[in-house]
């Protein structure tokens, strides 16, 4: 529903960081299905049967691991982006759309603004925007090392800019996968990294779309940037 309210034709619901254009994309992994009951059966089986509206936030030991101990609580909030991109036309919009879901399952959390596109890529990069928040890319290269491997190598230990995610054995395949030249055999070290991203819910993904491109009717013969950059 929210690809077809908010994103222009021929964009398609996502369940992997990978487009399906692109080599490395698991199509085995399958879209996350709109589905409250069992949003709330889960809920109930991890304790909360009525929903929450606050979440803890945990404290860091002196080798930079996540602990146990609780050093803050605080509302659950969803930060939505501030800008429009091809792949978040209305952040804001979507953002609205995304609360109200969470509602339907007992979650309430708070529709939030971390400022301009530059106040809001600091807050991330600081890992200051704890709850949930919004995020997209735009590939560089066609290469999908620019897609897992910018995003999550370096999370041997919990990394501020992905939301503190910490998994050492995701890192160490997505290494391994950049240092090899094969491209045979790195496709499918990729896709084993797109579902160790998928199992641990680390992100949930919306959709992939192109660039809307316009032109006048005499214009013919324009070949499109691969890459989308236009």
């Known amino acids: 529903a929210i690809v077809e309210a908010f994103y ?5 619901a996502a369940a992997t960081m990978i487009p399906p254009s692109l080599w490395g994309f698991n199509p085995d992994i399958p879209v996350v299905e709109y589905d409250p009951e069992g949003a709330m059966a889960l809920l109930a089986e991890a304790g909360y049967p009525d929903g929450f509206s606050e979440v803890h936030v945990l404290g860091m030991d002196d080798a930079g691991n996540v602990t ?17 991109r091809p792949y978040n036309p209305d ?6 759309v995304q609360v109200s879901y969470l509602a339907d399952i007992g979650i309430d959390a708070q529709l939030s603004s971390a400022g301009d596109w530059s106040a809001f890529l600091a807050e991330r990069r600081e890992g200051n925007l704890l709850g949930l928040y919004q995020l997209g890319w735009t590939g560089d290269n066609g290469d999908p090392d620019n897609f897992l491997g910018y995003f999550f190598t370096g ?4 990394k501020a800019q992905e939301g503190w995610y910490q998994n050492a054995e995701l890192n160490e395949l997505l290494l391994t996968a950049r240092a090899m030249t094969s491209q045979e055999e790195r496709e499918p070290l990729y896709q084993m990294a797109d579902q160790m991203v998928y199992d641990d819910a680390a992100r949930l993904y919306f959709a992939h779309t192109g660039v809307p491109l316009a032109f006048r009717s005499c ?9 989308g950059t236009e």
């Open 8 to 12: 222009p034709p021929g964009a398609v």
């Open 68 to 84: 146990d101990e609780v050093v803050d609580t605080i509302p659950v909030q969803l930060f939505y982006q501030p800008v429009t």
């Open 91 to 96: 952040g804001e919009g979507i953002g609205e």
């Open 155 to 158: 999370i041997d230990t919990p």
């Open 219 to 227: 214009v013919s013969g324009y070949v499109t940037n691969p890459l």
